[in-house]
């Protein structure tokens, strides 16, 4: 993992097409602004892994289904 530091308003740039930007400070929270291309998806990292847990989920159900189908 790289830490850098930044101050309010500094920025970091991602593969030359995504930009994240430090809008504010406060206390110890941090607000961030992220810009990049619309198809780049963009999730909460909770967020990522409950969409993976679900997607996992219905493959498995769709494997068993083919299963059933079979025998």
Excluded: C, H, W
């Amino acid at each position: 993992m790289l830490a850098l530091t930044r101050r309010k308003g500094e920025a970091l740039v991602v593969n030359n097409n995504i930009e994240i930007t430090v809008l504010e400070i406060r206390g110890d929270q941090i607000k961030i602004g992220i810009s990049a291309p619309k198809e780049v998806p963009i999730y909460r990292k909770e967020v990522y892994l409950q969409i993976q847990e679900e997607n996992k989920a219905a493959l498995e159900s769709k494997r068993a289904e083919k299963l059933r189908e079979i025998f």
